[in-house]
């Protein structure tokens, strides 16, 4: 592993770590905050910007948790419900999840379901905290104040474009939370969400810096909130301001696509020139396989044997088509599934070893691959453990970027930008090799959309939200079904989870249909 990354890394941990002793400030699910533990010897009103920085450190750690980005709630509502991905790991291992998610017989009595919805209202409650303690301070005009706003902000927009996306109208809560009542408020409707997400980015954006010195390597700046805000216009298909977001991120400079393809999900590929938002994990001698410091990621999705091969739980697989996608001779394709023989009677064979470490991993579990993206270093493995909690979570991309401006320009009818910006994202994949993923030429409007639209799936293959991509095309049922799954209109999206209801005492009202 890189020294410099290693350094690097340790410094925003020693941070995190100071964070993690302040975790009591935060909620342990959106109706049990008076139930929270006592605050202990801080107060309010002791160093109120040191407990400020402190609970905005807690948010990035909340951000890796199982929950919303590192298990199988984050895997089943973002990658699962696709023709690409599938749950995995052994018939009698979660059974019922394979019926929720992958045959989309939804029920709002499921574990994951309460357990995401919970989590991304913990981190909007201690994001309104946050944003009531610096209105409070007296100090709200400091930098450092400014730019814990701009991160509050825009991780409480991420949370509601989480939460608008799966359950459309949602309890719309923007002030802090002091008793159990202040959040038990009835559904908002999906435009007001995103008129309060609109808000949030365009506030963050003013208030993040451009980029951030080393010690803070993995803090949040200008370039991931106007991404997560191109991403949110995605959503609801708004080429205008889809385009001028995104392309305003492109004409910014600060980011590359110098990393070839087999190294962006590698140790060597964190953080590197396409790295515009990725959540900071790291494993020490001391804490092998801690979530303090590291996450679950890689543990959830690794390969499922035994012995050598125990590397992880073998949820969230990709499935035959998923594997069909990629063009002849696309080098994603092997950046992107890790192979694997069903037992160790078959022999290795170059189909079946993966590089860069040339294994060859056997497993019973019941998907075509597993996810490359989350394979980790043997030699990283046996200095800490099978699991890979060191293991970064990358969340916003340049080539997502470049693919939305694409998507916009060609709506648009700029379809000169629409190929170019495509072209780039192709040529990166292509590398040297000519012979491969030739240049999409066609400026016929439908034949670029295509291009584009598989561009997307193969690039972003087995990360979050070609679901939401399917939805917002409005192909989602054509596709679905064509894969055999039981996609049915109501499926875009999800029931409110029966615990709410339960705890509003009829505030929230079920979904349409469930």
């Not at 929270?36 to 909340?62: C, H, M, W």
Request: proline fraction near 4%; glycine fraction near 6%; hydrophobic fraction near 35%.
């Amino acid at each position: 592993m890189n020294q410099k990354i290693i350094i690097m890394k340790l410094k925003h941990k020693i941070l995190t770590l100071i964070a993690g002793t302040l975790t009591t400030f935060a909620l342990t699910s959106c109706n049990d905050f008076l139930d929270r533990d006592p605050l202990g010897q801080f107060t309010e009103d002791d160093s109120p910007n040191a407990l400020v920085g402190g609970k905005i450190f807690n948010v990035y750690y909340l951000m890796r948790s199982y929950d919303i980005t590192a298990g199988i709630p984050a895997f089943m509502v973002h990658m699962v419900r696709s023709e690409d991905s599938e749950k995995g790991s052994d018939a009698g291992d979660g059974s019922n999840e394979a019926a929720m998610w992958d045959d989309f017989e939804y029920t709002a009595s499921n574990g994951p379901l309460s357990a995401y919805w919970g989590q991304n209202y913990k981190i909007i409650y201690q994001c309104n905290e946050i944003l009531d303690d610096i209105e409070k301070s007296g100090h709200k005009d400091d930098t450092e104040a400014i730019r814990n706003r701009g991160e509050a902000l825009f991780f409480r927009a991420w949370c509601y474009f989480n939460l608008v996306r799966a359950f459309g109208e949602v309890p719309l809560v923007t002030i802090k939370v002091v008793e159990a009542s202040d959040a038990n408020v009835p559904k908002t409707t999906a435009e007001k969400i995103y008129e309060q997400i609109d808000k949030d980015l365009t506030e963050a954006e003013e208030c993040l810096p451009l980029r951030w010195d080393s010690d803070y390597t993995g803090r949040l700046t200008w370039g991931a909130a106007r991404s997560l805000h191109a991403r949110t216009y995605m959503m609801r298909n708004d080429w205008d301001n889809m385009y001028t977001a995104s392309t305003e991120v492109i004409k910014s400079g600060i980011y590359n696509l110098n990393t070839p393809v087999d190294k962006v999900f590698t140790v060597e590929g964190e953080n590197c020139g396409e790295s515009i938002f990725e959540l900071q994990c790291e494993a020490t001698d001391a804490m092998k396989e801690d979530a303090s410091i590291g996450s679950q990621f890689c543990q959830v999705q690794g390969v499922r044997g035994a012995g050598e091969w125990d590397l992880g739980w073998g949820w969230h697989m990709a499935t035959k088509l998923m594997g069909e996608a990629f063009e002849p001779g696309d080098p994603r394709r092997n950046a992107t599934l890790l192979y694997f023989r069903r037992s160790t009677d078959e022999p290795i064979t170059p189909e079946n070893t993966n590089q860069p470490y040339g294994e060859s991993p056997v497993s019973t579990a019941m998907g075509a691959y597993f996810n490359k993206k989350a394979y980790t270093d043997p030699t990283l493995r046996r200095k800490y453990s099978r699991m890979g909690f060191w293991v970064n979570i990358r969340l916003i991309r340049y080539p997502d970027v470049l693919l939305m401006a694409a998507e916009a320009a060609n709506e648009k009818g700029i379809p000169g930008e629409a190929i170019d910006y495509l072209e780039q994202v192709r040529a990166h994949a292509r590398g040297a090799d000519s012979s491969i993923l030739s240049k999409v030429t066609s400026t016929d409007q439908s034949t670029l959309r295509d291009a584009i639209r598989h561009e997307r799936r193969v690039e972003l293959a087995l990360e979050p939200d070609r679901f939401y991509d399917l939805v917002r095309w409005g192909i989602a049922k054509e596709v679905l079904q064509a894969a055999g799954k039981n996609y049915q209109d109501k499926n875009a999206l999800l029931p409110l989870p029966q615990t709410e209801i339960d705890k509003s005492n009829g505030v929230l009202v079920q979904n349409p249909d469930y």
